[in-house]
């Protein structure tokens, strides 16, 4: 084969996508040669091929077998915001290994023929031990300019792993569901929050997940709406919330998510929480105070199959004198959250709302990523309630 033939098989296979193994010490040099192989490719003076980035994004795992998952939840994230792509993977072995392939992720511009939008994906797996060694190689790989997204797919959320990765991120994504299991480790994503260098920001996808509840909860005190009254935000005198867990098992009747909710109505209506307790079946009676008022909350495990356990379902809200309680739920048929007053007999748990895939959440908050100071408190509320169930 000719050096020109070559030249063109690489180019072809860079670009529909296949890895090439590349020296660690050489990734920028073999992606140089690789893009300018492809502005070549074309037979007319316009190139075939137009390289974009907007951000430098990378995906931690330690998942041995992720690679082909990891590849495709890139990919969901390239489709709408192309990027230098990383896939970052420390695989904890006792011999120390580093390696690096590179591709390319193209789709077809419309309207244009024979014409590809491409940006790279490189992929970095270590073996050894901690993450250091990976974060060290992964930082000069950044782009200039751009700002540097990293999410992060572990539920171990601390200094020692994450901490070597948090000098050169703007942007860092978390899941607090993996924590369902742990609700101490909480205080591992409040110091890593903490920790994070000056403007920047971090999201949470159990946080967006209840980004439904919380505009129906918040919309139903709209007086255009004819539901409630903002003044009647002050008489609310009990809260239930149902937390979804599998039918056959003895679950716990809460999770991050569900004290995330309450922590978003604590800080929102500056109740304070007075105790959080454990009852016989596992479930959370949570005890909050506004001015002389006492609110009494409780976390409540509701059967259901084929949901992920932890997932909020069901909100019900009881006031001061009213025979009706606000209820909002997941109705079958019904595309969204349907918000209602409802005699509290006739109060009870239905579905769970659709999940929205976490690739999706995550190209929702590339596209708005806003950021504020309301996490910020809801960390503090959510280690305070968290802390109290050890």
């Not at 996508?17 to 893009?35: C, N, P």
């Not at 000098?167 to 890593?192: A, G, T």
């Not at 009676?285 to 506004?290: C, G, P, Q, S, Y």
Request: hydrophobic share 45%.
């Amino acid at each position: 084969m000719t050096p020109v033939a070559k030249e063109k098989v690489e180019m072809a296979s860079f670009l529909s996508g296949t890895f090439h193994h590349v020296d660690v010490d050489r990734i920028e040099k073999e992606l140089l040669d690789l893009w300018q192989q492809a502005g070549k490719g074309s037979d007319t003076d316009e190139p075939s091929v137009t390289r974009a980035c907007s951000i430098t994004f990378i995906l931690f795992t330690s998942d041995p077998d992720a690679e082909i998952a990891a590849g495709d939840l890139l990919e969901d994230v390239t489709l709408k915001h192309p990027c230098r792509a990383i896939l970052a993977m420390a695989l904890p072995a006792k011999e120390e290994q580093l390696e690096a392939w590179v591709t390319a992720r193209c789709r077809m511009i419309p309207g244009k023929k024979d014409k590809q939008i491409c940006c790279e994906q490189i992929t970095v797996r270590w073996q050894g031990e901690g993450t250091r060694h990976l974060a060290s190689v992964v930082s000069p790989l950044q782009l200039v300019d751009l700002p540097t997204w990293l999410w992060w797919q572990e539920a171990e959320a601390n200094k020692e792993n994450l901490g070597p990765f948090l000098p050169f991120v703007e942007r860092l994504i978390v899941d607090s569901s993996y924590l369902d299991n742990n609700l101490p480790r909480l205080f591992d994503l409040r110091e890593v929050f903490n920790r994070l260098k000056e403007g920047s920001a971090m999201f949470d996808l159990n946080w967006r997940r209840l980004l439904p509840w919380r505009q129906a909860i918040a919309r139903s005190f709209e007086e255009s709406l004819g539901i409630l009254s903002l003044e009647e935000l002050d008489l609310i005198s009990s809260v239930t919330i149902g937390v979804a867990q599998p039918a056959e098992s003895a679950s716990k009747g809460y999770s991050a998510q569900s004290l995330l909710l309450v922590s978003w109505l604590a800080s929102r209506l500056s109740w304070k929480v007075l105790s959080v307790k454990k009852n016989a079946e596992n479930e959370v009676d949570i005890v909050l105070k506004w001015s002389r008022k006492k609110i009494d909350v409780a976390l409540r495990a509701v059967p259901l199959d084929n949901v992920t356990p932890g997932t909020v379902c069901f909100f019900a809200a009881d006031f001061v004198g009213k025979t009706k309680s606000l209820v909002v739920m997941q109705k079958e048929g019904c595309p969204g959250l349907e918000v209602d007053l409802v005699e509290k007999s006739e109060v009870q748990e239905t579905l769970c709302m659709t999940e929205i895939p976490a690739p999706q959440l995550v190209v929702d908050i590339l596209d708005s990523p806003i950021t504020g100071e309301v996490y910020a408190e809801l960390l503090e509320l959510l280690c305070e309630l968290a802390g109290n169930l050890k």
